[in-house]
């Protein structure tokens, strides 16, 4: 399985994890944020930066997830009303943070709170199947400069 994270150029070397606090882990549970599609991971970063820094030098990490590799799931249906809001971040941590502690697989998959019929996909770097999580691939990327923009 192919998943794409999009990140700026100076951290496309390697797969890195901050243990910033983020929807589905607390602070210091690194784990690093993916998307099923490139057009996700660049909605995903359109929102979280809020349309700041978008014009700075920016790559796509093509990562290969072997199809062998266990990859667990919250179904959005066993999520409650509003989860996808901002202010609805305490309802997801407990269950990415449960996912982290278990350590039963490297890779979570997860409903994207701007598009729930798509998919984040989760990686536990401390989990030992993340080494054979690869980057496959870099391309540039830049973001359209119609995004966040007054101009049509």
């Given at each position: 399985?192919?998943?794409?994270?999009?990140?700026?150029?100076?951290?496309?070397?390697?797969?890195?994890?901050?243990?910033?606090?983020?929807?589905?882990?607390?602070?210091?549970?690194?784990?690093?944020?993916?998307?099923?599609?490139?057009?996700?991971?660049?909605l995903?970063?359109?929102?979280?930066?809020?349309?700041?820094?978008?014009?700075?030098?920016?790559?796509?990490?093509?990562?290969?997830?072997?199809?062998?590799?266990?990859?667990?799931?919250?179904?959005?249906?066993?999520?409650?009303?509003?989860?996808?809001?901002?202010?609805?971040?305490?309802?997801?941590?407990?269950?990415?943070?449960?996912?982290?502690?278990?350590?039963?697989?490297?890779?979570?998959?997860?409903?994207s709170?701007i598009?729930?019929?798509?998919?984040?996909?989760?990686?536990?770097?401390?989990?030992?199947?993340?080494?054979?999580?690869?980057?496959?691939?870099?391309?540039?990327?830049?973001?359209?400069?119609?995004?966040?923009?007054?101009?049509?």
């Amino acid at each position: 399985m192919l998943i794409y994270r999009i990140c700026l150029a100076r951290y496309a070397d390697d797969l890195f994890a901050s243990g910033y606090r983020a929807r589905w882990n607390y602070k210091d549970q690194f784990v690093i944020y993916t998307a099923a599609s490139r057009a996700l991971a660049c909605l995903e970063n359109v929102v979280h930066r809020s349309g700041e820094g978008l014009t700075e030098h920016f790559r796509v990490l093509i990562i290969d997830v072997p199809d062998d590799l266990l990859v667990e799931e919250i179904p959005v249906a066993e999520l409650p009303e509003q989860w996808e809001r901002a202010s609805r971040y305490a309802v997801c941590q407990p269950l990415g943070s449960a996912w982290y502690e278990r350590r039963t697989s490297a890779v979570l998959r997860v409903p994207s709170s701007i598009v729930p019929q798509e998919h984040n996909y989760i990686l536990h770097s401390r989990h030992p199947d993340f080494k054979r999580i690869r980057i496959v691939g870099r391309e540039e990327f830049r973001f359209d400069p119609r995004i966040k923009s007054d101009e049509v």
